[in-house]
């Protein structure tokens, strides 16, 4: 079990744990049985985590549940019949970045970026149940022209605010992320007014996005050119700081910090590897960021030895399980959990 940590070290040898780079956390193991787990959420007040596993040539896209508290595996998300029916299809969905906020006692809302047919936001109702979360409504928000999203985050209003790394038309867009040219922004929704952008800042690879608790802030990850973005209520930038990673997914801690994981390779290596047939770089960081003062804190490294050592690299997000971090991959079968370094 995840919640006693030396079932995970006696797993893995000292020399495995040697060859990681300088970090405040040990690798202990994983939660088995989702694929390219790319993005991870809690569910506010409850055990339950979602995963979004991205569709691949071998895997179709799913959402899964794993219970903090029993998380040996995952199991998929289970959807009432009328939602799973609005779908476009269950072989058609491909889940990427999601967020999710507690509406009512036992309620909440998630959103999904879905590629899966065209691009899109899919607005998910999920209910707790005996057996967990359940989708119960769906609603399907066509993204604008010329946006492919790529992370999502609620605001105060009900909205919310996307990132869209870039215009899905577009054949250089490689290029582009080799050169750190602009490609996207961030983009935002809200019922009375639809989609309008959100400021005018353009990013080179807009990716992880996080929205601070008074609304008042967002921080938005720019990957490609290896840069974090904090923007005012308006989109308006403020302040920035650079990353020795690909900067990709942001997930809140209950300390008010950010998790931010990423790649370190070329975004033109990284990017799309899987679809070319080409193994992909494994060799990534996991650091705590400071919302205000951006200030970093390093907290995993692992370079691709290590990573292919122990079977699990591309990281793309992390989630502060109790003391654990959970640690998603756009690449693998399963989940990284690490723990804090003994003493």
């Not at 409850?46 to 691949?56: E, F, G, L, N």
Request: one cysteine or more; glycine letters at 10%; proline letters at 5%.
């Amino acid at each position: 079990m995840i919640a006693d940590r030396r079932t995970f070290i006696l797993d893995f040898t000292e020399t495995t744990k040697v060859r990681m780079m300088t970090a405040s956390y040990d690798f202990l193991g994983f939660v088995e049985g989702a694929w390219n787990p790319e993005d991870l959420v809690a569910l506010p007040g409850t055990p339950w985590i979602i995963v979004s596993a991205m569709r691949s040539a071998r895997h179709p896209g799913r959402l899964f549940k794993a219970d903090r508290t029993r998380p040996s595996a995952v199991s998929e998300l289970r959807w009432d019949a009328a939602p799973e029916q609005g779908q476009l299809g269950p072989d058609v969905f491909n889940p990427h970045g999601i967020a999710a906020r507690q509406l009512a006692a036992g309620t909440f809302e998630m959103l999904v970026v879905d590629h899966g047919g065209g691009e899109a936001i899919d607005r998910l109702l999920l209910e707790l149940r005996d057996e967990g979360p359940v989708v119960v409504e769906a609603e399907r928000l066509v993204q604008p022209s010329g946006t492919s999203a790529n992370a999502v985050a609620h605001m105060q209003d009900g909205g919310f605010v996307m990132t869209s790394m870039f215009d899905p038309g577009d054949t250089d867009t490689l290029l582009r992320f080799a050169r750190g040219e602009k490609t996207g922004q961030v983009w935002r929704w809200s019922r009375s007014r639809g989609w309008n952008r959100f400021g005018e800042l353009q990013m080179s690879g807009a990716n992880g996005i996080a929205v601070s608790s008074d609304g008042r802030s967002v921080l938005v990850c720019e990957w490609a050119a290896r840069r974090v973005w904090r923007l005012d209520e308006h989109g308006r930038p403020i302040a920035s700081v650079g990353t020795d990673f690909l900067p990709d997914n942001l997930r809140w801690t209950t300390d008010g910090r950010l998790l931010l994981a990423g790649q370190l390779d070329r975004p033109e290596r990284v990017f799309g590897c899987e679809a070319r047939g080409e193994r992909c770089p494994l060799a990534f960081k996991v650091v705590r960021l400071d919302p205000v003062s951006l200030e970093i804190e390093p907290l995993i490294a692992m370079d691709d030895a290590s990573a292919t050592a122990t079977g699990f690299g591309g990281a793309t997000g992390a989630l502060m399980v109790d003391e654990l971090i959970w640690v998603g991959s756009f690449t693998g079968m399963r989940i990284g959990v690490f723990g804090p370094v003994s003493t």
